[in-house]
């Protein structure tokens, strides 16, 4: 069974620091992909980040950045030098990529991130 | 090039009453899904349509169902409405004909509030 686990409820931080949202994943299968999303408090989930099971390269995106191990089934994401704006909930989710197009996306539960000015 | 779209924004029911939310997909979408995201969760899957078809359907009861039309837009219906069925309801579309299954575009969300 597919299981994404964000252990982390709320973190808040200070600006400027920088924070690191940890996510374990459970799947049997060899190809999934990988995902994280913001939500804002107007509610739309705004797509960061996809990586597939393939590619274990870590990913840096300005202040974002990511860190897939497969090893340890996991999949972090550090904001680096926070800013009051990156708060947000953050949702970590996996799909595995099946025969047909858009298999289902299965969510942690989030993380609620807030940056203190 | 409009993303997805739902309608209405806010919602509110009675219990036992019945609702439809409608969903029209991003620009050359033709797969819609559906999701439920109780306050303080994360999304969870309902159905997916495609085809005008359902394709896949996650653990929720039958009292909720959809439609895919011709134009690829989608409903969803919920009988017999309780007030666990208050949440976040967020439509998601994606491309089965263009192979980029992965990518799934969300919309806004519907607000339901059952009372």
């Known amino acids: 069974a597919q299981k994404v686990t964000q252990a982390q409820t709320e973190i808040s931080v200070v600006e400027k620091e920088d924070v690191t949202l940890d996510c374990v994943y459970e799947?049997?299968?060899?190809?999934?992909?990988l995902f994280w999303y913001k939500q804002p408090p107007s509610g739309e989930l705004v797509f960061l980040i996809r990586?597939?099971?393939?590619?274990?390269q870590n990913e840096i995106s300005g202040r974002y950045s990511w860190n897939f191990q497969k090893s340890t089934s996991s999949f972090n994401f550090t904001i680096t030098a926070s800013q009051v704006v990156d708060s947000a909930v953050y949702f970590c989710a996996l799909s595995e990529a099946g025969y047909s197009s858009a298999s289902k996306i299965i969510f942690g539960s989030g993380t609620r991130l807030s940056i203190r000015p | 090039d409009a993303g997805v779209t739902q309608s209405p924004t806010h919602l509110i029911k009675t219990r036992g009453q019945q609702v439809t939310l409608r969903c029209s997909p991003k620009s050359g979408h033709d797969t819609v899904s559906w999701y439920q995201q109780a306050l303080g969760q994360g999304p969870q899957f309902i159905f997916q349509y495609y085809e005008e078809e359902e394709r896949q359907r996650g653990n929720f009861p039958d009292r909720f169902s959809g439609h895919q039309f011709p134009n690829y837009s989608s409903e969803l219906n919920v009988n017999a409405l309780l007030l666990g069925d208050s949440a976040l309801y967020l439509c998601?579309?994606?491309?089965?004909?263009?192979?980029?299954?992965?990518?799934?575009?969300f919309g806004p969300g519907t607000r339901l509030t059952v009372t």
């Open positions: 990586r597939n099971s393939f590619d274990e």
């Open positions: 799947t049997r299968d060899t190809t999934y992909y």
């Open positions: 998601a579309s994606s491309s089965e004909l263009a192979g980029t299954f992965y990518e799934q575009y």
